[in-house]
């Protein structure tokens, strides 16, 4: 099927959507009814915070916190998946999994939890990829999606937000700056038209798998990384 056919275009954004239902599951479950499933989390340098690597962006600890997340995620989604089509996949999961393998290395010793190391990730990989390829009209829209982010570029420094982890942020940061580095002769020009479905078909070629993941920090009684 043609990478530019409607029914592959309407397919590609289950990914995201389910992404969303998963985390407003284990969010409301988290909120409403165990809040101890916050050890789900990464924590770092320890066996069982392994399993956060995959768990963190699903899980939040406040509404606020939930409600923050999805609305900054909703539109970043929207631009990569609809820009990036034919790799979108892959910074999908490189936004995932790379935040929490660098949190599990490098972070506090607390619990990890949220989707910030995703956003991060797919922000930094936005504003990268455009700067590297002096896409003027793509950098606008970068830079004006960005910018509706309170925290992206000062967020990535320790004691930078109070309640806030700032090593899942800059594990996000790092992750997009790779992502856009792998895919910096992407072109979307492809993706933005509408080609006949034999000349749709990509013939580049993707080795590259990346990981990726997110959290922010908010202290209790056992300390927990919210992100």
Same mark, same amino acid.
């Given at each position: 099927?043609?990478?530019n056919?409607?029914l592959?275009?309407?397919?590609?954004?289950?990914?995201?959507?389910?992404?969303?239902?998963?985390?407003?599951?284990?969010?409301?479950y988290?909120?409403?009814?165990?809040?101890?499933?916050?050890?789900?989390g990464?924590?770092p340098?320890s066996?069982?915070g392994?399993?956060?690597?995959? $768990?963190?962006?699903l899980i939040h600890?406040?509404?606020?916190?939930?409600?923050s997340?999805?609305c900054?995620?909703?539109?970043?989604?929207l631009?990569?998946?609809?820009f990036?089509?034919?790799?979108a996949?892959?910074?999908?999961?490189?936004?995932? $999994?790379?935040?929490g393998?660098?949190?599990?290395?490098? =972070?506090r010793d607390?619990?990890?939890?949220?989707?910030? =190391?995703?956003?991060?990730?797919?922000?930094? $990989?936005?504003l990268i990829?455009?700067?590297?390829?002096?896409?003027i009209?793509?950098?606008?829209?970068?830079?004006v999606?960005?910018?509706?982010?309170?925290?992206i570029?000062?967020?990535?420094?320790?004691?930078?937000?109070?309640?806030?982890?700032?090593?899942?942020?800059?594990?996000g940061?790092?992750s =997009?700056?790779?992502l856009a580095?792998?895919f910096?002769n992407?072109?979307?020009?492809?993706?933005?038209?509408?080609?006949?479905?034999?000349?749709?078909?990509?013939?580049?070629?993707?080795?590259?798998e990346?990981?990726?993941?997110?959290?922010?920090?908010?202290?209790?009684?056992?300390?927990?990384?919210?992100q």
């Amino acid at each position: 099927m043609s990478k530019n056919n409607p029914l592959y275009l309407k397919s590609l954004y289950w990914l995201p959507v389910c992404f969303l239902l998963a985390s407003t599951v284990l969010s409301s479950y988290c909120l409403l009814v165990d809040p101890g499933i916050v050890f789900l989390g990464v924590k770092p340098l320890s066996e069982d915070g392994l399993q956060g690597i995959f $768990f963190m962006p699903l899980i939040h600890g406040s509404w606020q916190h939930f409600i923050s997340n999805v609305c900054s995620l909703l539109p970043l989604f929207l631009f990569v998946f609809y820009f990036f089509r034919r790799v979108a996949q892959i910074i999908f999961w490189g936004s995932w $999994f790379i935040p929490g393998i660098f949190v599990w290395f490098v =972070g506090r010793d607390s619990y990890h939890i949220g989707a910030s =190391g995703m956003i991060f990730s797919f922000a930094y $990989f936005s504003l990268i990829w455009a700067i590297l390829n002096r896409n003027i009209n793509y950098a606008s829209i970068a830079l004006v999606v960005i910018l509706l982010f309170n925290g992206i570029f000062i967020g990535i420094f320790p004691g930078s937000q109070a309640g806030v982890s700032w090593e899942g942020h800059l594990g996000g940061a790092i992750s =997009g700056f790779m992502l856009a580095l792998v895919f910096k002769n992407y072109d979307i020009a492809r993706d933005s038209s509408t080609l006949p479905e034999e000349k749709a078909d990509s013939n580049v070629s993707v080795t590259a798998e990346g990981i990726d993941i997110v959290y922010d920090f908010t202290p209790s009684k056992k300390k927990e990384e919210n992100q």
